[in-house]
C-alpha cells in the first residue's frame, strides 16, 4: 500500500481526486504490498493479475470509505491468499511495507518479492523474504515475464482459477472490440516489463519476446534525423512527481515533432521502456531511431529544473546536454528551447516554435499533466479521471488550448468503447471538437476528432474526408492524424491507402500493438494473406494481453485455410475478445455444427446489445445471408461503431452479391 491512504500534493494547492473506484468486499487471491512512489509499477501489476482473473487487493482504491485506513489493511492482508510486495529503492525505508510483509508471514501467506532496482534490502524486510518466490526486474527488462507472473501465481493458488469471463470488466478495461480502438497508450503493458531472475521462476517456451530482442518492425529504413524522447526521470524530493516527468516528456515529443525533417517517436512506444536499465543500441533498433533524449525533472514548489541530454544509441555517444531552471508557468515556453536546442545539435533548420501563449497557469498545467497521466491508464476509471482533470484545468486557464484537446480525445475514447451512451456520447465529442476549433482553427487534433465522428458515427465519409485532409495538412507527421486518416481509407474501401497510412504510423509508433493488429485488416482485404498473419503475431509480441488480437488472427487462420489453427486462436481469445463467435466460425469450419451453434447462442445471447455488428459476420460466414442482415440492421438501428470496418470485413465477404447487402451499403453512404 501507500504510505498514507490520500492522493500525493504539490505544495501551494491540493487538485482533488477525482471519485475512487468502488471498494472490494469480496475475498482477494493477492493482496498488493508497494510505496507509493511505486505506484505505477504496482498498479500494472495489478492489472495484468487481474486480467488473467486472479483477484487483487491494492490501496488505495480498494478501502472503502470511511474505514479506518490501517483495519482496511489489516483486514484485506488476513483475507487475502497470497501477499505480492513490490521492492525498490522506496519501498526498502518504507515501515509501511516491513509492516505490511509481517503480517502476512505472521498468517503464513506466500510471500512474492517483485524486485524494481538492487537496493540492498534492510535486515527486517531480507528475514521476512529470505524464502519467498523472487522475481528480479532489475537486470533487463523483458515482454515475456507477463505469462510467467501469472503463472506463477495460478501456481501458488493451487491451479485451480481460470479467467473468468468478467473479470477485465470488473476492472474497467478497455476491453471492446479492437474496431473499437483509437489512440492506445502503451502503458497497459508498457511497465509490467520484468526479468525473472536466473534459478527462480523460469518461463515457458511460449514466452514473447523481450525488450532487447527486436521485434520485427515495418518501419521504413532508420533515417539519421530521428529521435525519441524517453520518459524523464522524477528527481524531486518526495519522488512524488512522476506524473509531471511524464507529462513533460510527452509535451516535449509534441514539441519535437513540429521540427521540419525530424522523425519523432512517439511518446507511447518511447515509453515503454520507462523506469528500465536498457541497452541504447536495442531501443535505437525497436524504435527505429539514431537519436534518443534521456532527462530528469526536480520540481520544487513553483519550479522546476529540468535536465536533458541528447544520445546516439549506436555507441552512447552524448551529442548535447543542458540544464534548466524555471517557474512551472514558463514551462511551455521551455519546452520549445529544448526542442530548438535538440534541433540545432542534430544540424537542423530551426523555425521558430516559441509559442504565441508562452506561459500557462501553474495549477491549470498540473492538472493537464495529471489528465494525461491518467489517460495512460486506458480504462474506464482512467478516462473518467482524466475528464475531471482537464475540466479542471480549462477552468484555471480557460486559453490553454491543450486541454480542450486532450478533452476531446477523452470524450471520443469512451464514447467508442461504450463507456457512456453512444449518442450523448458522440455528441458531446462534436460539440468538444467543434469548440476546440472554433478556439483553434489550426488545431490538427480538432479536425482529426471531427474526422473520427464521422467515420465511427455520422458516417458521413465526404465531411470524414474534408475534416482529414484539414488535420494532415496541418500536420503530416502526427500519428494521430495519420492513424485517423488510415480508419478512414479502410472505411471506404481504399485497402492499399489504408495500408500505406498505417506503416507511415509505425514508423512513428513501432511498438503501438493496435496499429500491428489493425494493418492486418487492409493486408486481408488484399489477400496479403501471411503479411496480416505475421503483423497480428508482432501485435501479440508486443502486447500478449491484446484484447481480440487471437480473434483477429484465427480469422486471417481461417482465410488461409487453416481451420485447426484458427480453431486454438480463438480458444485462446478472452471472453470479452469475441471468443464465442469466433468459436462458432471455427467449429463450423470443422463440421462441428452443434457446438458452432451453442457457441453462437452464447455470444448472441449475451452481446446482442453491444456487439450486433460481431453476430452479423457470424452468420455472414456460416451463409446466412437472412440473420446476418437483420443483425446488420440491427447495429445500425444501435449505432454500432463497428460498422465502419464493413467494407473491410472478411466473413462477411459473402454477402457482396446479395442485392440487400448492396441496399445496406447504400444506405451507409458507403460504395457498392
Known amino acids: 500500500m501507500p504510505e498514507d491512504g490520500t492522493k500525493e500534493q504539490t505544495p501551494g494547492y491540493a487538485p482533488g481526486p477525482p471519485s475512487a473506484a468502488p471498494a472490494r468486499t469480496a475475498t482477494a487471491d493477492v493482496f498488493i504490498s508497494y510505496a507509493s512512489a511505486d505506484k505505477t509499477a504496482a498498479d500494472s501489476i495489478c492489472a495484468a493479475l487481474e486480467h488473467a482473473g486472479i483477484t ?20 484485506a492482508i488476513n483475507s487475502s491468499r497470497i501477499l505480492i510486495v513490490v521492492l525498490s529503492v522506496n519501498s526498502a525505508g518504507s515501515q509501511h511495507v516491513l509492516r505490511e510483509v509481517e503480517r502476512a508471514s505472521s498468517k503464513r501467506r506466500p510471500l512474492v518479492a517483485f524486485r524494481l532496482d538492487t537496493t540492498p534490502l534492510p535486515t527486517g524486510l531480507e528475514y521476512f523474504l529470505s524464502a519467498s518466490h523472487w522475481l528480479d526486474a532489475s537486470a533487463s527488462p523483458i515482454d515475456r515475464a507477463l505469462p510467467g507472473l501469472v503463472d506463477a501465481v495460478h501456481r501458488l493458488l493451487g491451479g485451480s482459477q481460470q479467467p473468468p469471463a468478467d473479470a477485465a470488466a470488473n476492472r474497467g478495461r478497455a476491453q471492446k472490440s479492437h474496431r473499437k480502438l483509437l489512440w492506445s497508450g502503451a502503458a497497459l503493458a508498457a511497465v509490467l516489463l520484468l526479468s525473472l531472475l536466473a534459478g527462480k521462476l523460469w518461463l515457458s517456451s511460449r514466452s514473447k519476446p523481450e525488450i532487447g530482442a527486436p521485434v520485427a518492425s515495418t518501419a521504413p529504413t532508420i533515417s539519421e534525423k530521428s529521435i525519441a524522447v524517453l520518459p524523464f526521470a522524477d528527481m524531486s524530493e518526495k519522488h512524488d512527481q512522476e506524473y509531471f516527468a511524464n507529462g513533460l516528456s510527452e509535451e516535449l515529443t509534441d514539441v519535437l515533432g513540429k521540427l521540419p525533417g525530424l522523425r519523432v ?95 500557462v497557469v501553474p495549477e491549470a498545467y498540473d492538472f493537464y499533466l495529471r489528465g494525461l497521466h491518467s489517460v495512460d491508464k486506458y480504462s474506464r476509471d482512467g478516462f473518467e479521471e482524466a475528464d475531471s482533470y482537464f475540466q479542471r484545468a480549462i477552468e484555471l486557464d480557460p486559453g490553454f488550448i491543450r486541454s480542450y484537446e486532450e478533452l476531446a480525445g477523452t470524450h471520443l475514447r469512451q464514447a467508442a468503447y461504450g463507456f457512456v451512451p453512444v449518442m450523448t456520447g458522440f455528441a458531446q465529442v462534436r460539440d468538444d471538437a467543434t469548440r476546440l476549433l472554433q478556439l483553434d482553427p489550426k488545431s490538427s487534433w480538432g479536425h482529426a476528432i471531427l474526422c473520427r465522428y464521422h467515420v465511427s458515427y455520422s458516417w458521413n465519409w465526404s465531411e470524414a474526408g474534408r475534416e482529414c485532409a484539414d488535420a494532415l495538412a496541418l500536420a503530416p507527421h502526427d500519428w494521430v492524424v495519420l492513424f485517423e486518416a488510415a480508419e478512414l481509407a479502410l472505411a471506404v474501401g481504399e485497402s492499399e491507402n489504408a495500408a500505406r497510412l498505417f506503416r507511415e504510423v509505425l514508423a512513428i509508433d513501432p511498438l503501438n500493438a493496435d496499429t500491428h493488429v489493425e494493418i492486418s485488416l487492409p493486408l486481408l482485404q488484399l489477400g496479403r494473406l501471411r503479411e496480416a498473419e505475421a503483423a497480428v503475431r508482432r501485435g501479440l509480441a508486443i502486447t500478449p494481453t491484446y484484447a481480440e488480437a487471437h480473434y483477429v488472427l484465427g480469422t486471417i487462420l481461417m482465410a488461409e485455410g487453416r481451420f485447426e489453427d484458427a480453431l486454438r486462436e480463438f480458444e485462446l481469445e478472452a471472453p470479452e475478445g469475441g471468443q464465442q463467435a469466433g468459436l462458432a466460425m471455427g467449429y463450423h469450419a470443422l463440421g462441428r ?70 441496399a445496406f451499403l447504400r444506405m451507409m453512404n458507403l460504395p457498392e
Open 56 to 75: 487483487c487487493w491494492i490501496a488505495p482504491r480498494d478501502v472503502t470509505p470511511g474505514v479506518f485506513y490501517a483495519d482496511a489493511i489489516v483486514e
Open 265 to 359: 517517436t512517439s511518446h507511447g512506444s518511447a515509453f515503454r521502456f520507462k523506469g528500465q536499465s536498457v541497452d541504447l543500441g536495442a531501443v535505437g533498433a525497436q524504435l527505429g531511431t539514431v537519436h534518443i533524449v534521456q532527462g530528469s525533472v526536480r520540481r520544487s514548489g513553483d519550479t522546476v529544473r529540468i535536465t536533458a541530454q541528447l544520445i546516439r544509441t549506436s555507441d552512447g555517444a552524448h551529442e548535447w546536454s543542458g540544464t534548466y531552471d524555471r517557474r512551472v508557468s514558463d514551462v511551455l515556453q521551455l519546452q520549445s528551447e529544448i526542442a530548438m536546442s535538440l534541433g540545432r545539435a542534430l544540424e537542423l533548420s530551426i523555425p521558430n516554435l516559441s509559442k504565441k501563449r508562452a506561459t
Open 593 to 662: 455444427d452443434a457446438e458452432s451453434k451453442a457457441a453462437l447462442a452464447r455470444f448472441t445471447r449475451e452481446h446482442s446489445d453491444d456487439e450486433a455488428f460481431n453476430v452479423a459476420e457470424v452468420y455472414g460466414y456460416l451463409g446466412d445471408p437472412d440473420h446476418a442482415l437483420q443483425w446488420l440492421e440491427r447495429a445500425y438501428r444501435q449505432k454500432d461503431v463497428a460498422l465502419q470496418y464493413l467494407k473491410s470485413d472478411w466473413p462477411l465477404r459473402r454477402l457482396e452479391h446479395d442485392a440487400r447487402y448492396k
